[in-house]
């Protein structure tokens, strides 16, 4: 038997594939954080334009009844909007709903309701 110490070919090969699949694992997460985190961007952007347009048709003398749509320009990229202001079952409250899309995704929806002026 040899004096000398050392690690064996085999166990060098172990622990070379035991840190191998730690770092996947590693890379693995931190991808996922990173398309969490645009996804989290993106939904937050689209509120911003969906809570703008239903702002919009909230605070309206005259609100705009029926569909519209449009585009905002908003943090560098376009996101289409469509916003639907229907009366509800109880006629003095009209039913305000706006989705935003980005890249034909909906990314945002915001609902929320106002007095009818009539």
């Known amino acids: 038997m040899s004096d000398r110490a050392g690690f064996s070919l ?3 090969l172990v622990a070379l594939a035991v840190f191998s699949l730690a770092t996947l694992a590693l890379l693995h997460l931190t991808g996922e954080a990173t398309r ?3 996804r989290v961007e993106e ?9 703008n347009r239903a702002i919009e ?3 309206a003398p005259a609100p705009p009844v ?14 289409a909007w469509r916003r639907e202001v229907v009366a509800t079952e ?3 409250i009209l039913r305000i709903s706006v ?6 995704r909906l990314a945002g929806e915001r609902v929320m309701f106002r007095r009818s002026p009539a």
Do not use: K
Not at 43 to 51: E, F, N
Not at 66 to 79: C, E, K, N, P, Q
Not at 99 to 104: K, L
């Open 90 to 92: 109880d006629p003095a």
């Open 10 to 12: 085999l166990e060098m």
């Open 99 to 104: 989705q935003a899309r980005v890249d034909g």
């Open 36 to 38: 969490s985190a645009v």
């Open 66 to 79: 029926g569909l519209s749509d449009g585009v905002d320009h908003l943090a560098g990229r376009d996101w």
């Open 43 to 51: 939904r937050t952007l689209a509120g911003v334009v969906a809570d």
């Open 57 to 59: 048709a909230v605070i």
